[in-house]
């Protein structure tokens, strides 16, 4: 698995990498700007600063092997020149067992996290736990069903036949986890996907000037193909159903049916003195 983890971190030093990267963290600074709390925690991936746009005055990143493995955790801030400025790792934790206590954060931000861990069921329902009611993720991951996804598949496949022969488009991180296949989970745990968006329409190229040459695609993926982008992104909100309350009637705006009170039988004091005294007729 550390193999895996810093084989990801390498290829996002690539000319694909960077340019899913800049996609990615578009999308999580246009997500995360609006959303309101006190606690938000980014897990894994430090080259990007998913919680840059946010203005939750506790942030956190954690990061778990990678950091113990040795990997630098920095993110470029500014473009040309710029020096890289280093990122404080505020804990060393793995998204099975996060050591928050339950409904505690507002927040989590999980760019490829889920790929990586050992237990991505487990993960998200450790994400379940920590999250306060209507609390949010964010989710970034690889879209196995992409033209990125199909020439990993057909490396794959010829590093089969050929016993261990080829090169791999992307990381070798296992099996990758679709859109649909996330979002199945992330029901069973009472979660609501608010948005949900693919980017990176471009052929899986590996130079920069050829990616440069397809950027027409990105607009055209958008609108013709728009699920077969080589990335997802995606807002899930924890949702807790609870009682119902009931309300005055007033309030709910129905009319509740008076009561009906028998009426009793209108009767003349003329029968009623003659059915005392016995002298009616019909008798």
């Known amino acids: 698995m550390s193999d895996q983890i810093i084989g990801l971190h390498h290829w996002f030093d690539s000319p694909p990498g960077r340019y899913l990267l800049a996609w990615e963290q578009a999308r999580f600074d246009e997500a995360v700007a609006d959303i309101f709390g006190y606690h938000s925690l980014q897990l894994g991936m430090p080259l990007l600063d998913g919680l840059r746009a946010n203005r939750m005055p506790h942030q956190w990143l954690g ?4 950091a113990v493995h040795g990997s630098i955790a920095f993110v470029e801030n500014g473009a ?3 020096a890289l400025q280093r990122r404080p790792v505020n804990l060393l934790a793995e998204p099975v ?17 889920l790929e990586l861990s050992i237990d991505p069921h487990a993960a998200l329902r450790e994400v379940e736990r920590v999250l306060v009611p209507e609390g949010r993720v964010v989710i970034s991951g690889l879209n196995p069903t992409s033209l990125w996804g199909l020439r990993q598949w057909r490396a794959r496949m010829v590093q089969r036949v050929s016993g261990g022969k080829g ?4 990381p070798d991180v296992g099996e990758f986890i679709g859109y649909r296949r996330l979002r199945d989970w992330l029901r069973l745990l009472s979660f609501e ?39 997802y992104f995606l807002v899930a909100v924890k949702r807790v159903h609870g009682m119902r309350l009931l309300e005055p009637a007033w309030r709910s705006g129905r009319q509740r049916s008076a009561a009906t009170v028998p009426v009793a039988n ?3 004091p003329a029968q009623i003195s003659r059915a005392a005294t016995g002298t009616d007729k019909n008798r």
């Not at 990061?63 to 990678?66: A, D, F, M, N, P």
């Not at 090169?167 to 992307?170: A, D, I, K, P, S």
């Not at 440069?212 to 990335?231: K, Q, S, T």
Request: charged letters at 20%.
């Open 63 to 66: 990061l778990g092997q990678e």
């Open 80 to 82: 040309g020149d710029d």
């Open 97 to 113: 067992a996060l050591p928050f206590a339950a409904a505690s954060l507002d927040l989590l931000v999980l760019p490829h996290t």
């Open 167 to 170: 090169t791999l488009y992307l």
């Open 193 to 231: 996907v608010e948005s949900a968006r693919f980017g990176c329409y471009r052929p899986a190229v590996r130079s920069t000037q050829w990616l440069e040459r397809f950027g027409f695609m990105d607009p055209w993926g958008e609108r013709w193909w728009p699920i077969l982008g080589a990335a």
């Open 266 to 268: 209108r009767v003349a």
